[in-house]
């Protein structure tokens, strides 16, 4: 970036996983999302949900003369939120980035309930499969409907975040950053009803219009 020059977007998130997830969903699926070409950084906060939901203001404050706009997302489970929605809780932290210098217009809040996981489980059964190194008899959607991590005929787990561990544990293999970027490449985006990544998607939509 030259001197003087502005960047379009500053995401914060919760953690490097998260982190990795959202990079990859505005660096590779920007078609998918229907979005133009954006110059944008994406980072993680060192206290993770509770550091988003109190400190994004202090996070971000110093870079409001690098970026034209800031996302902040994070998990609701974690935050330490209490009782809070996950609706009343994006305002919290919206008004907390404007009380800082933010324009209203530049800034918004994305808290994902119950967590990441939630976007994760929009992969096809045979992609999840695929992520996880499945190789039970058993197909994975069974699987997690024997064990009441799914309902059944239902879309995702209620708990997704325990229902992904449960398959990682299962299968031995190691929840990390690569992992979610490969479900993240492979997620339907256009099938995703989630509230958080509906609002995510409208939000980019607003400020970067095509055409």
């Not at 953690?15 to 997830?21: F, L, Y």
């Not at 808290?111 to 190194?133: C, D, K, N, T």
């Not at 293999?173 to 989630?194: F, I, K, M």
Request: aromatic residues 6%; hydrophobic residues 40%.
């Amino acid at each position: 970036m030259e001197l003087g020059q502005t960047k379009d977007l500053i995401v914060l998130t919760a953690d490097p996983q998260m982190r990795g997830t959202v990079a990859v969903l505005l660096a590779e699926r920007r078609p998918s999302l229907g979005l133009p070409d954006l110059t944008f950084d994406v980072r993680a906060h060192p206290n993770r949900d509770p550091g988003c939901r109190t400190a994004s203001a202090s996070a971000l404050n110093p870079l409001r003369r690098d970026y034209q706009k800031a996302i902040v997302i994070f998990d609701l489970h974690g935050s330490g939120a209490g009782n809070l929605a996950a609706s009343e809780l994006e305002v919290q932290v919206e008004q907390q980035l404007v009380t800082s210098g933010w324009s209203p217009d530049d800034v918004a809040a994305v808290v994902i309930e119950p967590e990441l996981e939630a976007w994760l489980f929009g992969v096809s059964w045979s992609h999840m499969q695929a992520a996880v190194r499945w190789s039970q008899s058993q197909p994975l959607r069974e699987w997690l409907e024997s064990r009441e991590f799914l309902q059944p005929g239902g879309v995702k787990p209620p708990d997704p975040k325990a229902a992904f561990q449960a398959l990682l544990d299962l299968q031995r293999v190691r929840r990390s950053g690569r992992l979610l970027a490969d479900l993240a490449r492979q997620v339907s985006l256009n099938h995703c009803h989630d509230r958080a990544f509906r609002k995510l998607r409208s939000t980019l939509h607003r400020w970067f219009p095509t055409g």
